[in-house]
């Protein structure tokens, strides 16, 4: 995991060979010329952020704030993302959804600040109401693949080629029997091409006994992540053979805060991106049959 210096070097965090990686390729688009979309779902970004600026996703087939639904996706106004709470596109002046969104795609190489998993990518910011109903969760889903199947349809003209969506956000020892609707989103998810991030608890737990929302789900498009440090160890956060899928730098990483900042933090909430980052790069790889 690497962070830009200000001069064009890098230091090193943690191993995750990212530059071995932005060897051949640092985002964008796929081989095909499809723009790749991450759908951030957290408490909105920063829109003005000089390192995220340039990677907001917009939806250019909306007029913003003509009352009108341009591009019939059933949303009205939804110009730079989705506010489900509000039903407008009102996704800025977020906290946790900027540190979040600096891990999949601050702008890389810019001589400023750092670099997420991308240097190029775009990065579609939403917001969630209560994740204790079920109906709020699913909602707040819904909007990015609205989007990717619109991008299908449409042959590309309209809508988004989201790829992933991140949620560092759960609940503690929740039980996928008491979701059944939300683990089950993730298979509809994922059969129109979307895979799934999930940060498992920051907690010193088992979660295959314990349980945890949603990344206990079954869901094989759900992939459960906790995080690890500058040594590639696990030290505070969940753990489980059977649902927690993989590790990524976690501990002490530096990425974007809000108010055009930046600083260091710990949780599974970053892991979880910077794996999100890595699908979408996997997808930039100039390789048509990938």
Request: proline content about 3%.
């Amino acid at each position: 995991w690497h962070v830009n210096d200000g001069s064009g070097g890098a230091t090193a965090d943690a191993d995750i060979d990212s530059d071995e990686a932005w060897d051949i390729t640092t985002g964008g688009v796929t081989a095909t010329g499809d723009t790749i979309v991450v759908c951030v779902v957290d408490d909105g970004g920063d829109l003005d952020h000089p390192d995220l600026m340039a990677n907001n996703w917009v939806n250019y087939d909306e007029i913003p704030n003509n009352n009108i639904d341009d591009d019939l996706n059933g949303y009205v106004d939804d110009y730079l993302g989705w506010n489900p709470v509000d039903d407008d596109d009102d996704v800025d002046g977020g906290s946790h959804g900027v540190q979040v969104a600096g891990m999949i795609g601050a702008v890389g190489n810019n001589g400023i600040g750092v670099s997420g998993v991308n240097w190029n990518v775009k990065i579609m910011n939403m917001t969630y109401g209560n994740i204790n109903q079920e109906a709020n969760v699913i909602e707040a889903y819904t909007y990015p693949l609205v989007m990717r199947r619109l991008y299908e349809s449409s042959g590309g003209d309209k809508g988004a080629y989201v790829v992933a969506t991140n949620s560092s956000w759960g609940i503690n020892y929740g039980d996928p029997a008491d979701a059944p609707l939300w683990c089950a989103f993730y298979d509809t998810l994922g059969a129109a091409g979307i895979l799934s991030t999930g940060a498992t608890a920051n907690l010193n737990i088992n979660i295959d006994t314990e349980g945890d929302l949603p990344t206990a789900c079954s869901s094989e498009f759900m992939i459960s992540v906790t995080a690890t440090n500058f040594a590639d160890e696990r030290t505070f956060s969940g753990y489980g053979a059977t649902t927690v899928d993989l590790g990524a730098p976690g501990e002490d990483v530096r990425t974007t805060s809000g108010g055009g900042g930046y600083g260091v933090t710990s949780g599974t909430s970053f892991a979880s991106p910077a794996t999100a980052g890595a699908i979408a790069l996997l997808y930039s790889a100039p390789c048509a049959s990938l």
